[in-house]
């Protein structure tokens, strides 16, 4: 049934321009490869993907196993002729790496058994291989020879979660764009792993055990980070030396009880500040650290917070609930009311606190007109 579906979807698709058919390997193309073609394609493979499963974090998609591999490519694995450069290895059990062939540039490993990354296996591509994804293995921190990933000098994306690192293992690329090295145990983190990278954007690093020490001075200096998640760690507070460029930080799930005063004045272009599950209180937060002109989004749900702290007007969503929070002070939202003077907060959640819609000030409509949603429980 669901390939009729299917085969009846894709005629509706291609039949009104006589488009061709899709060729095979366009489904795993990387993504600014298949950005040139027409928008039925990605739709096509969207349909495609209800009957083959779903796959992780990354713009990948099953081969068709019909057309033969590259000869320029591993016997473990396959290597599509119409896209020679990527060699896909995963899902396969492997336990090793297999020698990377001169000419890839994308290479899947991800979903096997490897154990150990062994020296000299990317030789042939220590300046080719921009992609390298070794998500859901066994690997080890200290089964990753020297002469391997430290060779890798032209990787933009570096996929290295679900295996068992408790050190940092970062190639030395300049061209670096996008970290993960979520759920390992990562505990170190040397401040030198990042140094120079200035074209990084992102970096995931969730679900760890790295602490506010291990972090400190990581990001220094890399003004190209826009992106940065720590949750499930064990972070006390803020990282210090933290990039003037960033705009997220996600630090849900750890043990942060304060927020000093210079924290967020070296992050002028923060929007989106995330810090529920934590342990913070009121005599932990400095006074005004959250009135920062361009925050838009601030999440505090699920600490220790008895009285709403000091936002900036300019805040769109900020998320209390579950805290112990016991009066509603209309100062820490607006200093004072006017024609151009109002908080632009949208949505303000209060639920899970000790106030009631009845602990709201009857003067409150002027300064929260553009609130759409008050919720207190």
């Not at 859901?136 to 430290?150: E, L, M, Y």
């Amino acid at each position: 049934m669901e390939s009729l579906l299917l085969f009846y979807c894709c005629l509706i698709l291609l039949c009104p321009s006589l488009h061709p058919p899709l060729p095979s390997s366009i489904s795993r193309l990387p993504l600014l490869s298949r950005a040139m073609f027409p928008l039925r394609v990605p739709i096509l493979a969207l349909l495609v993907s209800l009957t083959v499963g779903q796959y992780y974090d990354y713009d990948y998609q099953p081969y068709a196993q019909q057309s033969a591999s590259s000869p320029n490519c591993a016997q473990e694995c396959e290597c599509p002729i119409n896209f020679p450069t990527a060699m896909y290895c995963d899902s396969r059990k492997l336990k090793f790496v297999p020698i990377v062939p001169s000419g890839i540039k994308y290479l899947y490993l991800q979903n096997n058994l490897i154990t150990e990354i062994k020296a000299g296996v990317f030789d042939n591509v220590t300046e080719d291989l921009r992609w390298l994804v070794l998500d859901q293995n066994q690997i080890t921190s200290d089964k990753v020879a020297k002469g391997s990933i430290d060779k890798l000098t032209g990787l933009q994306k570096f996929f290295f979660s679900h295996n068992n690192l408790t050190e940092a293992i970062i190639p030395p690329s300049k061209s670096l764009d996008e970290l993960k090295m979520t759920n390992n145990q990562l505990s170190k983190f040397h401040k030198a792993s990042l140094s120079g990278m200035k074209n990084l954007t992102s970096v995931h690093l969730q679900h760890n055990k790295l602490t506010s020490e291990s972090l400190n001075g990581v990001f220094k200096g890399l003004n190209s980070v826009l992106f940065i998640e720590v949750t499930n760690n064990k972070l006390k507070k803020l990282p210090s030396g933290m990039p003037s460029s960033l705009e997220t930080f996600y630090a849900d799930h750890n043990d942060i009880s304060s927020i000093s005063a210079g924290d967020l004045k070296e992050l002028p272009k923060l929007a989106y500040l995330r810090l529920a599950y934590n342990k913070l209180t009121d005599a932990g937060i400095s006074a005004g650290v959250f009135n920062v002109t361009n925050l838009v989004e601030l999440d505090l749900s699920y600490n220790k917070l008895k009285s709403i702290p000091e936002i900036n007007e300019q805040l769109e969503h900020l998320y209390l609930q579950v805290n112990q929070i016991n009066k509603f002070d209309l100062g820490s939202i607006c200093k004072f009311s006017g024609p151009l003077n109002y908080s632009r907060l949208k949505h303000l959640r209060l639920d899970g606190n000790n106030i009631t819609h009845a602990d709201l000030p009857s003067d409150s409509a002027n300064c929260l007109r553009q609130a759409t949603d008050i919720v207190f429980e």
